[in-house]
T-cell receptor, first 112, second 112 residues
Framework: DADVTQTPRNRITKTGKRIMLECSQT?????MYWYRQDPGLGLRLIYYSFDVKDINKGEISDGYSVSRQAQAKFSLSLESAIPNQTALYFC???????????FGPGTRLTVL | GESVGLHLPTLSVQEGDNSIINCAYSNSASDYFIWYKQESGKGPQFIID?????DKRQGQRVTVLLNKTVKHLSLQIAATQPGDSAVYFC???????????FGKGTLLTVNP
């Protein structure tokens, strides 16, 4: 499903580097989310945004920042990457009042 | 604290059999409970949800049961097919912020 796209799909970086993960959607949804998935664990919410002017911290926001550049774009930044941020990152979108979240294909990030 | 967890990390079934995936939750205030399917290399995909005031809901080949007395949620898949092989996550949603809290997932393997 190409409605929610993420770039890059894979990234290897070094400790201390600044990294930006990008998410774009063509679904016209107001709400966007960033999740992190670690092996053996479920997804954990990093940040979420209900519209362009709204940004909220999730469960594990430390070490991350986000920018909602437009309704269709929500980027996640790691200002100074560390090895324990190695994980699979997912962007998701949802309607203004809906339970279903639509997930992108994920970005696999490795911090050496 | 609030948590959503799973009884079994793995489940192996024969093609054509029915599958039952279980989930325990602890937050009685959740408004909705949701099942997601995640195939290898893909983002989670919504399967079905159930509102907290219901005890059963049926979809195509799937049924979700909610037992609020024991805080238990299950997903039943009828006539399991190889394409059903995936990790299944339960998640809960509560409050006005539509945040999802995911469980750790169950790996379902369908043997031909």
């Amino acid at each position: 499903d190409a409605d929610v796209t993420q770039t890059p799909r894979n990234r290897i970086t070094k400790t201390g580097k600044r990294i930006m993960l990008e998410c774009s959607q063509t679904k016209g949804h107001d709400r966007m989310y960033w999740y992190r998935q670690d092996p053996g664990l479920g997804l954990r919410l990093i940040y979420y945004s209900f519209d362009v002017k709204d940004i909220n911290k999730g469960e594990i926001s430390d070490g991350y920042s986000v920018s909602r550049q437009a309704q269709a774009k929500f980027s996640l930044s790691l200002e100074s990457a560390i090895p324990n941020q190695t994980a699979l990152y997912f962007c998701a979108t949802s309607r203004l009042a809906g339970n279903e979240q639509f997930f992108g294909p994920g970005t696999r990030l490795t911090v050496l | 604290g609030e948590s959503v967890g799973l009884h079994l990390p793995t489940l192996s079934v024969q093609e054509g059999d029915n599958s039952i995936i279980n989930c325990a939750y602890s937050n009685s205030a959740s408004d909705y409970f949701i099942w997601y399917k995640q195939e290898s290399g893909k983002g989670p995909q919504f399967i079905i949800d159930i509102r907290s005031n219901m005890d059963k809901r049926q979809g195509q080949r799937v049924t979700v049961l909610l037992n609020k007395t024991v805080k238990h949620l299950s997903l039943q898949i009828a006539a399991t097919q190889p394409g059903d092989s995936a990790v299944y996550f339960c998640a809960e949603m509560g409050g006005s912020n539509y945040k999802l809290t995911f469980g750790k997932g169950t790996l379902l393997t369908v043997n031909p």
